[in-house]
């Protein structure tokens, strides 16, 4: 099977909306799917930048 899954969860990350979205799966969907949910919901501009601060924002889920 595909690795350690990933997960990033809003909640860690107060904002205005008050977003509880937790996204878990392997690095590679969490990463994507929160770069389009950062740049949908938070109004995020999708950069490499955005990719990077995702990417070392992500958690080892204990499945």
Do not use: F, W
Not at 9 to 36: F, H, M, Q, W
Not at 49 to 62: F, P, V
């Amino acid at each position: 099977m595909g690795g350690q899954r990933k997960s990033i969860d809003c909640r860690d990350y107060p904002s205005e909306k008050n977003c509880s979205l937790k996204i878990s799966g392997t690095e590679d969907e969490v990463l994507d799917a929160a770069v389009e949910h950062a740049v949908s919901a938070h109004r995020h501009e999708n950069s490499p930048e955005l990719r990077d601060q995702i990417k070392s924002m992500l958690k080892d889920e204990s499945d």
